[in-house]
């Protein structure tokens, strides 16, 4: 390894950047955060030098959210109870019991859907949830909820309670610490 590449490898253990120059972007609102990070990348590969400029992608991965309806659930006979405890079981399963493994024990996991994946959100709007109204039984979770798929982040960093994200790059045909001389001054 030569003297070069290994300072870059102790550069990217200690910072987390894993590219010749990296430009660290901090708020405390996400959309902001992503909003800086593209500008500052934008400005950044106008320099001469700069080559590989990325902000780190935050954007673009796909979440349901689920928004309870108290009126509509208290008027179907739903407790806020039942509908959280059905909103937790459709995300994460419920323990519904234990099974002795060598010397302790795991817990049984009952899911809605086979273990790595996710619920899709028809199979979210027709999930029961108990009702106590009227003899129902159990009324649809899109009747006391509003199911919705969203762009969600596909990572979410944070630093000292503030979200960050990165730009990195890498510098070419110049001297890095003149590159960033001038991506300062810029």
Known sequence: VSQSRYHNRVDMLATGVNSEVGVRVQGQD???VVLASEEVAAILRELPGAAEVVADPVRGKGAIEVIPDAGRAAALGVSEEDLADAVEYAFTGRVVGTAAFGSGSLPVRLSLVPA???????????????AATGGLGSVPLDAVAEVRSMEGPATVKSENGWFRNYVRLNVRDRDPQEFVQQAQRV
């Open 116 to 130: 790595g994946e996710l619920a899709d959100e028809e199979t979210l709007r027709r999930m029961p949830v108990p």
């Open 30 to 32: 996400p959309e902001s």
